[in-house]
């Protein structure tokens, strides 16, 4: 069983505010391109003194503070808490709940005229977070831009190589729907991840991929047995909305209109029946090459390849732990049930590659066992065979 440590800081400054707290987790998560959630309770043992108390408390006040979850050392959750769902004093704890720290950015709101023109498109994602940050007053998040031993946001990017132009009036639009339509339009992978110094300061780093995030299965060799010692169940989610397979989307730029058909080939290959769909791109088109991806990034989230989520079920002792991944992680899920029945010679019911797009964790409690539960999303080219 892994061992857990909760540390707050504060929101604005990054300073320490108190470490080994005494909560006692019930679930966290955390998504790729999405807010993860926390919810706990802080206790207060019988012999704790009223400043003990005072001290917990003013460390976990809601939006002022950041909650750090490591799991045996290392941080695998932060975000902000977001509030106290307290009904009763006759309980003697204090329940909490949490967001990770991409729900920030659903309060910071555009309200300056953006233009980023032929950049790269990590750039602009980087430029839109420096923009929420220096906002004033308080539009700091624990020393975003910069990392002096503190907990901050470090925003340095690698470059995707894709270039694209974003125009934003001054529109109060959130910095997180910008950031859902560079997801769109470019096919784009980001969250914002908790991570360690080697000297033990905790910090928040900007984690971009194009088209995927995380590592190949040749760097990790990640894989997911059912049955096995430590993983025992699985659900095979497949439950795709308004299907699509051709999407025809159309655009216009500044001196021409845009009509541009993408077809999931896989699915075709594989036999399934043709479905169609259309949109429209919303703004002015700049190039091609960006309505072709906002294609492609429609039509993949509508495919029915591309809405096949298992989900992997995981007990303590299990190995990878959430500690030894990054979202985005490619991972192979192996297999057998009486949904996948083995094949001959006890070959595994399926085997197939994915990509780990979240996970929810419950937290070993007094009646409650440790558990991960590990999301799994087709990789962006289709479903391997």
């Known amino acids: 069983m892994s061992t857990y440590r909760f540390v707050s800081t504060d929101t604005v400054t990054g300073r320490m505010m108190c470490d080994s707290l005494p909560i006692v987790g019930q679930t966290c998560s955390r998504q790729i391109n999405a807010v993860g959630s926390f919810s706990g309770t802080l206790t207060f043992p019988q012999n704790a003194t009223a400043m ?18 490591l799991q045996d050392g290392h941080p695998i959750w932060n975000g902000p808490i977001t509030g106290w769902p307290h009904t009763s004093l006759s309980g003697g704890n204090l329940p909490l709940q949490g967001a990770t720290m991409e729900e920030f950015f659903k309060h910071r709101e555009i309200s300056d005229d953006l233009e980023y023109d032929n950049m790269d498109i990590f750039e602009i994602f980087r430029q839109e977070l420096l923009y929420a ?7 700091n998040i624990a020393g975003s831009g910069q990392f002096q031993n503190q907990a901050g946001i470090v925003d340095t990017v690698e470059y995707s190589g894709v270039l694209g132009s974003v125009t934003e009036s ?5 910095i997180y729907d910008a950031w859902s339509d560079l997801v769109t339009t470019y096919l784009m992978e980001y969250t914002l991840a908790p991570a360690m110094t080697d ?5 928040t780093v900007a984690q971009l991929g194009l088209p995927q995030m995380g590592r190949t299965y040749d760097q990790t060799g990640f894989q997911l047995i059912v049955p096995s010692e430590h993983m025992q169940d699985y659900g095979w989610q ?6 699509a397979n051709k999407f025809t ?11 541009i058909v993408g077809i999931a080939e896989p699915e075709m290959i594989q036999g399934f029946p043709l479905l169609e769909n259309s949109g429209s791109y919303n703004g002015t088109v700049t190039s091609e090459a960006q309505i072709i991806n906002y294609t492609i990034g429609s039509m993949y989230s509508t495919s029915i390849l591309g809405n096949l989520t298992p989900i992997v079920l995981a007990g303590a002792g299990q190995y990878p732990a959430i500690k030894d991944t990054l979202l985005g992680d490619e991972m192979y899920f192996i297999g057998t049930s009486d949904l996948h029945p083995a094949g001959p010679n006890g070959v595994p019911g399926i085997t197939q590659l994915f990509q ?6 419950n937290f070993p409690t007094g009646d409650q066992a440790e558990q991960t539960s590990w999301q799994l999303g087709a990789l962006v080219e289709g479903p391997l065979t």
């Open 356 to 361: 780990m797009t979240g996970w929810t964790l």
């Open 52 to 69: 003990q108390r005072a001290i917990w408390t003013n460390a976990l006040i809601p939006w002022k503070s950041i909650l750090w979850v």
């Open 170 to 174: 001054a529109s109060r639009k959130k």
């Open 249 to 259: 989307v159309t655009g216009t730029g500044t001196t021409e209109a845009f009509v």
């Open 133 to 139: 940050v220096s906002k004033q007053p308080n539009g």
């Open 199 to 203: 000297g033990g300061s905790l910090y």
């Open 238 to 243: 497949w439950t795709p909305t308004d299907p």
